[in-house]
């Protein structure tokens, strides 16, 4: 069993220790974070979509998806701050081995699917505002990378605050426009009104609700509300609930008002005008400046961008969630960021390269359906997780909330069914091919046979729902002897930590150890001769070493110089092996940022390299 904590990074790392409305708002923020996937350029598409082929009338599916998700995001929020596990974990750990990395790549599907709905918006918000062909603004946004890692280390507050920022330019761009078209209130107010959908209007239905209750935001959630620290007793634990459920309400009910408002704004401008075919993003920004002149076009553009930006972070930590909790894998946050949206460029770029660019929109409500389809995977294990009265004790969901629940995913899944069946049937009329019996169809059968074991697994296996800690149980502590480093290896680079690196390297051994004080030359010359180069630098370092070794003579200790050439953390390696060092004394310089990734690697490098104990002294 791991012994990670849920984004480690920051896990309760903001204090609750306030009072009055100061408590209150150390606990807002976790749903704000999710609220940016609520109104990502792929709702964008099937509100648009939605608005300019069928005006208000599905509003109504806008509000139902809004009130699902206020439901599951609370859920979500629930198994977070009662159990302490995210989503993920909770799964891993309930069910079988086999079935978590399917689970796994459903969700990683999703976030692709995501993704690629932030890729499209942010390639279309360039081109829009600045005219960049859409090709150069997909690639420009690999480049996100670095904003990330630079927010990461930054902290979850300032984060919480990039994202808030980026939210509030989205929802005041649309409050603007909302006052320029002027639509009619009693037609939408008639358009919440539920309807029978079927053929396109389904299609762009389940796109809005794949768009609004997205899944990886359920494993997001639950991993969020853990950087609150809290008391974890009856009290705290219920307090950290209620102000979990007013950040959820509040934050839900603004993107469904951002939400809300695309779509009037599609169809109070493009349906109402007899524009009925404006699934397109870009063609509703040149009918904007058709209709309403320069200024709700460049605020509609701005808006997909902030959009786009907001989303792709939140993205990434739903991605670090799912690998961590499903798989127990772990691998660095910005590299975590460049495969998937790696992932996540390429069709878009086939897309381009093969369909042109017009295709695009539709590929943005495809990936939305993606979202949708992947639902229940997340949703099911969630309401079994939250109701298992013996493990959430009195916290477990009341016996109404757990029939709304189900009656949500029962919709859902019905739902997607529905589209999968009836797109299957669209493509054996179309194309009668091979791969629709092969490939498709057995598919559709597995994936379905799958979400049926996951609902009936945990009733026939309820002792399985324990979710344990996530840490394995206490060894016993044998007797404890001191150990005595006879060869001391002191990694020495000439900078000002070199005096803590000895200084603490000096306590661990004492008169009787042998030290080893070890620079490595990095030149050019250097790399390429190796021991027999005698360079300017070379010399200099070797004596300063000297030095050292002088000065440490002088206070009684015993210490050798070496020098390796090259790779630093190959060198030190190699050092260390051939003098057989028993323990290797380092410093950390500390970088942050993108300066870790450029300097900061020589550390964690070698302690890959050997196998002895790594001193690390900041």
């Given at each position: 069993?791991?012994?990670?904590?849920?984004?480690?990074?920051?896990?309760?790392?903001?204090?609750?220790?306030?009072?009055?409305?100061?408590?209150?708002?150390?606990?807002?923020?976790?749903?704000?974070?999710?609220?940016?996937?609520?109104?990502?350029?792929?709702?964008?598409?099937?509100?648009?979509?939605?608005?300019?082929?069928?005006?208000?009338?599905?509003?109504?599916?806008?509000?139902?998806?809004?009130?699902?998700?206020?439901?599951?995001?609370?859920?979500?929020?629930?198994?977070?701050?009662?159990?302490?596990?995210?989503?993920a974990q909770a799964s891993r750990n309930a069910y079988p081995k086999w079935v978590n990395f399917p689970?796994?790549?459903?969700?990683?599907?999703?976030?692709?699917?995501?993704?690629?709905?932030?890729?499209?918006?942010?390639?279309?918000?360039?081109?829009?505002?600045?005219?960049?062909?859409?090709?150069?603004?997909?690639?420009?946004?690999?480049?996100?990378?670095?904003?990330?890692?630079?927010?990461?280390?930054?902290?979850?507050?300032?984060?919480?605050?990039?994202?808030?920022?980026?939210?509030?330019?989205?929802?005041?761009?649309?409050?603007?426009?909302?006052?320029?078209?002027?639509?009619?209130?009693?037609?939408?107010?008639?358009?919440?009104?539920?309807?029978?959908?079927?053929?396109?209007?389904?299609?762009?239905?389940?796109?809005?609700?794949?768009?609004?209750?997205?899944?990886?935001?359920?494993?997001?959630?639950?991993?969020?509300?853990?950087?609150?620290?809290?008391?974890?007793?009856?009290?705290?634990?219920?307090?950290?609930?209620?102000?979990?459920?007013?950040?959820?309400?509040?934050?839900?009910?603004?993107?469904?008002?951002?939400?809300?408002?695309?779509?009037?704004?599609?169809?109070?401008?493009?349906?109402?005008?007899?524009?009925?075919?404006?699934?397109?993003?870009?063609?509703?920004?040149?009918?904007?400046?058709?209709?309403?002149?320069?200024?709700?076009?460049?605020?509609?553009?701005?808006?997909?961008?902030?959009?786009?930006?907001?989303?792709?972070?939140?993205g990434t930590l739903a991605g670090q969630i799912i690998m961590e909790g499903h798989l127990n894998l772990?691998?660095?946050?910005?590299?975590?960021?460049?495969?998937?949206?790696?992932?996540?460029?390429?069709?878009?770029?086939?897309?381009?390269?093969?369909?042109?660019?017009?295709?695009?929109?539709?590929?943005?409500?495809?990936?939305?359906?993606?979202?949708?389809?992947?639902?229940?995977?997340?949703?099911?294990?969630?309401?079994?997780?939250?109701?298992?009265?013996?493990?959430?004790?009195?916290?477990?969901?009341?016996?109404?909330?757990?029939?709304?629940?189900?009656?949500?995913?029962?919709?859902?899944?019905?739902?997607?069914?529905?589209?999968?069946?009836?797109?299957?049937?669209?493509?054996?009329?179309?194309?009668?091919?091979?791969?629709?019996?092969?490939?498709?169809?057995?598919?559709?059968?597995?994936?379905?046979?799958?979400?049926?074991?996951?609902?009936?697994?945990?009733?026939?296996?309820?002792?399985?729902?324990?979710?344990?800690l996530p840490h394995g149980d206490a060894l016993e502590i044998a007797t404890v002897e001191k150990i005595?480093?006879?060869?001391?290896?002191?990694?020495?680079?000439?900078?000002?930590?070199?005096?803590?690196?000895?200084?603490?390297?000096?306590?661990?051994?004492?008169?009787?150890?042998?030290?080893?004080?070890?620079?490595?030359?990095?030149?050019?010359?250097?790399?390429?001769?190796?021991?027999?180069?005698?360079?300017?630098?070379?010399?200099?370092?070797?004596?300063?070493?000297?030095?050292?070794?002088?000065?440490?003579?002088?206070?009684?200790?015993?210490?050798?110089?070496?020098?390796?050439?090259?790779?630093?953390?190959?060198?030190?390696?190699?050092?260390?092996?051939?003098?057989?060092?028993?323990?290797?004394?380092?410093?950390?310089?500390?970088?942050?940022?993108?300066?870790?990734?450029?300097?900061?690697?020589?550390?964690?490098?070698?302690?890959?390299?050997?196998?002895?104990?790594?001193?690390?002294?900041?």
């Amino acid at each position: 069993m791991s012994n990670k904590k849920s984004l480690s990074e920051v896990h309760e790392s903001i204090t609750t220790e306030k009072k009055g409305w100061r408590k209150i708002l150390a606990f807002l923020g976790p749903a704000y974070l999710v609220s940016v996937g609520y109104m990502d350029p792929g709702n964008w598409a099937t509100d648009i979509a939605g608005g300019s082929k069928f005006g208000y009338q599905l509003i109504w599916v806008l509000l139902m998806s809004n009130l699902i998700a206020l439901l599951l995001q609370s859920l979500s929020a629930r198994l977070g701050i009662v159990r302490g596990l995210d989503l993920a974990q909770a799964s891993r750990n309930a069910y079988p081995k086999w079935v978590n990395f399917p689970l796994f790549i459903l969700a990683q599907t999703a976030i692709i699917a995501c993704d690629l709905a932030e890729i499209i918006g942010m390639a279309i918000g360039l081109n829009l505002l600045f005219g960049l062909p859409l090709i150069w603004g997909i690639s420009i946004t690999i480049l996100d990378t670095i904003l990330l890692l630079f927010l990461l280390n930054k902290g979850m507050r300032k984060m919480e605050a990039f994202i808030i920022g980026m939210v509030s330019v989205v929802g005041l761009s649309f409050l603007v426009e909302m006052f320029i078209v002027e639509p009619s209130v009693k037609e939408v107010i008639k358009g919440f009104e539920p309807s029978l959908l079927s053929g396109e209007a389904l299609y762009i239905a389940i796109g809005i609700i794949g768009a609004t209750v997205m899944p990886h935001n359920l494993y997001l959630h639950s991993s969020l509300v853990q950087t609150r620290k809290f008391e974890r007793d009856r009290k705290g634990i219920k307090e950290a609930i209620k102000f979990n459920v007013i950040d959820t309400a509040v934050a839900l009910n603004l993107a469904f008002f951002v939400n809300a408002a695309i779509l009037i704004l599609a169809a109070a401008a493009f349906y109402k005008n007899g524009f009925h075919e404006v699934a397109e993003i870009q063609d509703a920004h040149k009918l904007l400046t058709n209709i309403f002149g320069n200024v709700a076009p460049a605020l509609f553009a701005i808006a997909l961008i902030a959009a786009g930006q907001s989303s792709t972070v939140t993205g990434t930590l739903a991605g670090q969630i799912i690998m961590e909790g499903h798989l127990n894998l772990r691998i660095q946050p910005w590299l975590r960021r460049l495969i998937t949206r790696l992932l996540a460029i390429v069709p878009a770029f086939f897309t381009i390269l093969h369909f042109g660019e017009d295709s695009l929109s539709a590929l943005l409500i495809l990936s939305q359906v993606v979202l949708s389809l992947q639902l229940g995977f997340a949703i099911i294990p969630l309401i079994h997780f939250t109701s298992d009265k013996k493990e959430m004790k009195e916290f477990a969901i009341k016996t109404w909330v757990k029939i709304l629940a189900w009656i949500s995913a029962l919709v859902i899944v019905v739902l997607n069914i529905k589209l999968v069946v009836e797109e299957i049937s669209t493509w054996k009329a179309e194309n009668d091919g091979w791969y629709i019996y092969v490939i498709v169809i057995p598919m559709a059968i597995i994936i379905a046979l799958l979400l049926l074991y996951i609902f009936i697994y945990p009733l026939t296996n309820p002792h399985n729902l324990k979710v344990k800690l996530p840490h394995g149980d206490a060894l016993e502590i044998a007797t404890v002897e001191k150990i005595d480093y006879k060869r001391i290896g002191i990694a020495i680079d000439f900078s000002k930590h070199d005096r803590n690196t000895i200084r603490h390297a000096l306590i661990q051994g004492g008169k009787h150890a042998h030290y080893y004080l070890i620079h490595v030359v990095e030149t050019a010359a250097a790399r390429y001769h190796g021991q027999t180069v005698l360079d300017h630098e070379t010399q200099a370092d070797m004596e300063n070493l000297k030095k050292y070794q002088d000065n440490l003579a002088e206070l009684g200790y015993h210490a050798m110089p070496q020098i390796g050439f090259g790779g630093t953390a190959r060198a030190i390696a190699e050092i260390s092996n051939k003098q057989n060092i028993e323990l290797l004394v380092m410093g950390a310089h500390g970088h942050k940022g993108l300066k870790d990734i450029i300097f900061g690697t020589t550390v964690n490098a070698v302690r890959h390299k050997v196998s002895i104990p790594v001193l690390i002294v900041r």
